[in-house]
């Protein structure tokens, strides 16, 4: 995609950019295979920053049709990184912001927000929707029953919902409702 030649001239590690128009999410997205969370605390120039900068989960390959596209990022209190994805909380900032856009290196990306969820991080045998878990969905009736969860799980209804075949994308962030708590943030991709 043209825009990309700069910053992987300069970053190797990016993999793309996450926006969300209105909003301060506008930022490039990093993955490193070999070591997961190298910019949990990393910025563009890969040195030490607290807030980091999102990053595709490692187990994510880009351009998979199955691949669900699961972006971790930090909830930071300035507002920064994925500090507003909490005001997804109410649902009339969906409707303010119902769009989000994450353009890879070899193509654009439009996703229309279908659900935003509170949940905690996987626990391993807790009983909590492991949404971190699942970064494939090859069957129909796997990527159903995602679908199914995230829908149970949703605080409000969208009215916007995804068959088998259509991508989707998770932005993913610590909320303090309660411990280990996450905001997530799933959305389908609207354009091919």
Avoid at 4 to 32: H, K, R
Wanted: charged residues 20%.
């Amino acid at each position: 995609m043209p825009g990309f030649e700069a910053l992987l001239a300069e970053n190797g590690d990016v993999v793309g950019w996450v926006s969300i128009p209105g909003t301060a999410v506008d930022y490039p997205v990093m993955q490193t295979k070999d070591d997961p969370f190298f910019y949990l605390h990393r910025d563009f120039s890969k040195n030490r920053r607290y807030s980091g900068l999102p990053f595709l989960d490692a187990r994510c390959a880009l351009g998979q049709p199955d691949e669900v596209y699961l972006i971790y990022g930090h909830n930071m209190k300035n507002g920064t990184m994925f500090g507003t994805l909490l005001d997804y909380r109410q649902e009339g900032y969906w409707r303010e912001h119902p769009a989000v856009r994450f353009d890879t290196l070899h193509a654009s990306g439009e996703y229309a927000v279908m659900a935003v969820m509170v949940t905690k991080a996987n626990q391993g045998g807790d009983a909590a929707f492991a949404y971190d878990r699942q970064v494939a969905l090859p069957t129909r009736e796997a990527y159903e029953d995602f679908v199914r969860q995230v829908k149970a799980a949703a605080l409000y209804e969208t009215g916007v919902t995804a068959a088998f075949g259509e991508r989707l994308l998770l932005l993913s962030t610590c909320c303090a409702t309660q411990e280990q708590g996450r905001l997530v943030v799933v959305a389908k991709r609207v354009n091919n």
